[in-house]
């Protein structure tokens, strides 16, 4: 008999995800905010059933999975009104794949423990391309054996799993990531700054200093593509100010960062 995994979270990455695990074999049970996500992925995936609150997703499977925004979404997802806490019983396990505060993952790891029931935090890395391409890079904290019951699953959608320790460990590895990532986008957005001054002269009042200095970096080919993307985000000029400085510049957010 194929088991029933309980899904919730149909983001941008939490869809693709479900689809790897339907396109594994396993049945799913949905759950999402808005209801037209779980309605597309019914009407597409034949193992898939809809269910109305987390706390009947829990009750039809035994193994349920939520990634969705940030602390507060799963804090509302687990004790909110008809959440997970009210199914949890000792079959229960319980992962959460969302990028949340290790706090806030230590505290529904006890909730869930002190049901009788099991919890792994195991964050991603990798992005929309690694859930559509099965590839993204799960980092898992919990208990060994915890772990190796739900490896099938990270698996399916996944291809560097490693349990990295006890509860929390995941998002505070999670959390380190984040901060090399941090650190390059700030490294690149200040070297945009700095050709931005001065350094290429005649070139500024073109407005192709974007393009020019990706393409120096990376380049011809791959900086050229690049920098006409960052042209296209409409940016304001480069200027003097260092992008750490200044809040009116697109691309990565900080609050991305921070929530872990």
Known sequence: MTETIGFIGLGIMGRPMARNLAKAGYSLVLHNRSQEAVDELVAELPNARAAASPAEV???AETVITI??????VRDVVFGANGL???VNEKTLLIDMSTIATGTAVEVH????????AFLDAPVSGGDKGAIAGTLSVMVGGEAADFQRAMPLFEAMGKTIVHVGGAGAGQTVKACNQIV?????AAVSEALVLGGVGQLPNVAATGQE???LAAGILG????????RQIRALDAPPLG???VCERSDLHGFARPTVAKG
């Open 58 to 60: 829990g009750a039809v």
């Open 181 to 185: 990532v941090a650190i390059n986008y």
């Open 85 to 87: 806490i009210e199914s």
């Open 220 to 227: 011809p080919d791959h900086g050229r593509a690049a920098g």
């Open 210 to 212: 974007h393009v020019l």
């Open 110 to 117: 006890d909730a869930v423990v002190a049901r009788g029931g």
């Open 240 to 242: 003097k100010d260092s």
């Open 68 to 73: 969705v925004p940030d602390s507060p979404d």
